[in-house]
């Protein structure tokens, strides 16, 4: 195998594994994402079940912890 040939395999087999690298990112990146959209979704169900909880008359106190 020539030099160039050798070269040229050697960055083939680079590219490829970064290509596997991404395809592992994106497919991290969609479940998170669709964590992130049911997370999303219970903290409004959640906020909307607080404010129909009976306690809608009370005073609410805002404070820094």
Known sequence: MLPDEMEAEKN???LLAQADEIEIYRRN???LQAQLN???IKI???TEQECFCGLA???VLAGRD
């Open 12 to 14: 083939r087999k680079l």
């Open 29 to 31: 990146i969609r479940d």
């Open 38 to 40: 049911s997370a999303h």
């Open 44 to 46: 409004a169900t959640l």
């Open 57 to 59: 008359d009370e005073p």
